[in-house]
């Protein structure tokens, strides 16, 4: 971990930074090079005006999703850096710093950067490309702006290490979980992973290649279930095991080393009641809207005007279903290896 992840992350997480804050400079510099209308200051009035008609809850939970995501919450990889933790590290501190860190890269830098470009170049229809405005309608602005190659540059070295800390995330906890459980040699371990991580993987990268379309019905249906829904159903979970399970144990281990204490009020009130109750009612209501929006039928509305394109919906559904089955035989042989072990030291 010190050789390895934390050697990169010493160099990768402050090099976004510098990046990010290259990239806002241009951005808020750009001018008027396409209409009068379109400024930089305008993409921000765009960002930051509430638009409380667009707002739903399918829309919250996708927020709500990306937020889970990029705080390693609902996953897995957060507990797996949480055991390599000393008793006198400081989690308060470091739980704040990671939220209000991470947030503050996504939000406010990555959105005062990207939002303030595309606006001036594309205008606020070219704000509705989702997932291609980072890799498609971007690019093609950098081709057009002054030191577009620079900036294209500094925004794709972002992308790459912002990227590549995330995959190492997402990687080392499942090798982990291997090596620790079926003492499965670490080399042996990543190549299994990597192997995973390929066939759920590759077909989003297929998909465009022998379609011919930017439609991506794999990745949308891998991204309305995994990425938004299942974060947030798991994060539950957690929530509801380190409050609920572990008690008054949970506000020890975290007061335990940390210069801020969580108080117990707080523990008891927002921890242990406000947010499980939260995450219950956008779950409720995400799932209704869910329904109305046509995401729980067998071919999905968003599907229907590509009928080319259904297979892809039911290839997302089939990697999701095989290595759900395939996680749930993996930690229910794990456990009973546990308790084998257990009942061997009595």
Do not use: H
């Not at 507990?79 to 590290?89: F, G, R, T, V």
């Not at 794709?156 to 090798?175: E, K, P, R, W």
């Not at 089955?325 to 072990?341: G, H, P, R, S």
């Amino acid at each position: 971990m010190q050789k390895g992840l934390e050697r990169l992350a010493k160099i990768a997480m402050p090099s976004i930074y510098i990046f990010a804050l290259i990239l806002l400079i241009r951005a808020l510099t750009l001018g008027t090079p396409v209409k009068t209308e379109w400024t930089p200051i305008k993409g921000l009035d765009f960002l930051w005006s509430p638009r409380w008609n667009e707002l739903n809850w399918s829309a919250t939970l996708a927020a709500a999703g990306q937020i889970f995501f990029t705080l390693s919450l609902g996953m897995g990889i957060i507990q797996n850096y949480a055991s390599y933790l000393k008793d006198e590290d400081d989690i308060v501190t470091s739980a704040v710093a990671t939220a209000s860190l991470n947030e503050f890269a996504e939000v406010i830098l990555a959105g005062t950067v990207v939002i303030p470009i595309a606006f001036t170049f594309l205008g606020p229809d070219g704000l509705k490309s989702g997932v291609g405005l980072s890799f498609i309608a971007l690019p093609n602005v950098f081709r057009s702006m002054v030191g577009g190659s620079i900036v294209g540059t500094f925004w794709f070295l972002l992308l790459f290490f912002a990227g590549i800390t995330s995959s190492i995330a997402m990687f080392n906890y499942l090798v982990a979980f291997l090596e620790e459980q079926f003492n499965i040699d670490r080399k042996k371990g990543s190549t299994l992973i990597f192997a995973l991580y390929v066939i759920a993987g590759l077909p989003v990268a297929l998909e465009p290649i022998l379609t011919k379309t930017s439609e991506l019905l794999y990745l949308t249906e891998l991204d309305n279930w995994v990425g938004s829904y299942l974060l947030v159903l798991l994060g539950l979970i957690e929530i509801i095991t380190a409050v609920w399970l572990f008690k008054e144990k949970g506000l020890e281990e975290v007061n335990k080393g940390s210069y801020w204490k969580i108080p117990r009020w707080f523990y008891s009130i927002v921890m242990k009641l406000i947010t499980p109750a939260f995450i219950v009612i956008l779950l409720v209501f995400s799932t209704v809207e869910y329904a109305r929006n046509g995401y729980l039928k067998l071919v999905p509305d968003f599907a229907k005007n590509y009928p080319n394109l259904i297979p892809w919906v039911f290839a997302a559904r089939a990697v999701m279903v095989f290595l759900f089955v395939l996680c749930f035989i993996t930690i229910y042989n794990a456990l009973k290896n546990m308790q084998v072990d257990r009942a061997g030291e009595k």
